[in-house]
């Protein structure tokens, strides 16, 4: 049985709605921290990216699990709102996408390398949405820093194109970046904090496994 196939009988069954953008379903008695997270600083000689691939708990845990990736934050990216809130983005009105910085060693891992990670963690051929997500703010996008690095998502695109891992085109956005506002605390490493959800299990996990299949060699 595929995924979205147990996807459709566990909601069919359940009437759960098995999306990113609703509120986790918490352990009794265990209050979430709704403030937004703190951005890392950057070291010297560390470089970062910005990505968005759908919902973002799957993408933080693919990119986090790279090595020579320090940290992965979850966040929002290319909308016109200062310090967005998880719901505001959730209305898809106010232009971000999820999103995740990732903070890297360029010695240690390439951003060509990042980039075909990026590809490797999602459907990136899906427009403004991720399979059950649907939305602007589940788009695929890369938020590009200087020309050069422009250059490069384009020709990692031309790879991904080419890799026979898609009956269709590549829909990515290839968009200067602006700001990144790092999303609430309780987002932070959702997918490892919180295994017995119904969506991470059904729909992140199958996303993360694809992803390292792809990127063994590059795997912590």
Same mark, same amino acid.
């Given at each position: 049985?595929?995924?979205?196939?147990?996807?459709?009988?566990?909601? @069919?069954?359940?009437?759960?709605?098995?999306?990113?953008?609703?509120?986790?379903?918490? &352990? &009794?008695?265990?209050?979430? $921290?709704?403030?937004?997270?703190?951005?890392?600083? @950057?070291?010297?000689?560390?470089?970062?990216?910005?990505?968005?691939?759908?919902?973002?708990?799957?993408?933080?845990?693919?990119?986090?699990?790279?090595?020579?990736?320090?940290?992965?934050?979850? *966040?929002?990216?290319?909308?016109?709102?200062?310090?967005?809130?998880?719901?505001?983005?959730?209305?898809?009105?106010?232009?971000?996408?999820?999103?995740?910085?990732?903070?890297? /060693?360029?010695?240690?891992?390439? #951003? /060509?390398?990042?980039?075909?990670? =990026? =590809?490797?963690?999602? $459907?990136?051929?899906?427009? +403004?949405?991720? *399979?059950?997500?649907?939305? &602007?703010?589940?788009?695929? !996008?890369?938020?590009?820093?200087?020309?050069?690095?422009? !250059?490069?998502?384009?020709?990692?695109?031309?790879?991904?194109?080419?890799?026979?891992?898609?009956?269709?085109?590549?829909?990515?956005?290839?968009?200067?970046?602006?700001? =990144? %506002?790092?999303?609430?605390? %309780?987002?932070?490493?959702?997918?490892?904090?919180?295994?017995? +959800?119904? #969506?991470?299990?059904?729909?992140?996990?199958?996303?993360?496994?694809?992803?390292? $299949?792809?990127?063994?060699?590059?795997?912590?």
């Amino acid at each position: 049985m595929n995924i979205v196939t147990s996807i459709f009988l566990v909601t @069919l069954l359940t009437g759960l709605t098995l999306r990113c953008n609703q509120h986790p379903a918490e &352990k &009794k008695a265990t209050a979430i $921290d709704v403030n937004p997270a703190k951005l890392p600083t @950057l070291r010297s000689g560390e470089a970062v990216a910005t990505v968005a691939g759908g919902c973002f708990w799957a993408v933080q845990e693919e990119m986090q699990s790279l090595k020579g990736v320090r940290e992965a934050i979850s *966040g929002y990216a290319g909308g016109d709102l200062e310090y967005p809130t998880y719901e505001q983005v959730g209305t898809d009105q106010t232009g971000h996408a999820e999103s995740v910085q990732i903070y890297y /060693d360029p010695t240690v891992i390439s #951003y /060509d390398v990042v980039l075909d990670a =990026f =590809f490797a963690g999602h $459907d990136a051929t899906q427009l +403004n949405r991720q *399979g059950p997500d649907i939305g &602007k703010h589940y788009r695929s !996008a890369i938020f590009y820093r200087t020309p050069d690095e422009k !250059a490069r998502i384009e020709a990692a695109i031309r790879r991904e194109n080419a890799s026979g891992h898609h009956n269709a085109k590549v829909v990515t956005q290839v968009v200067p970046f602006a700001a =990144f %506002y790092p999303a609430e605390v %309780y987002h932070q490493n959702y997918y490892r904090n919180n295994n017995y +959800n119904l #969506y991470i299990t059904l729909v992140s996990k199958p996303k993360v496994e694809t992803f390292r $299949d792809r990127m063994e060699e590059w795997l912590k």
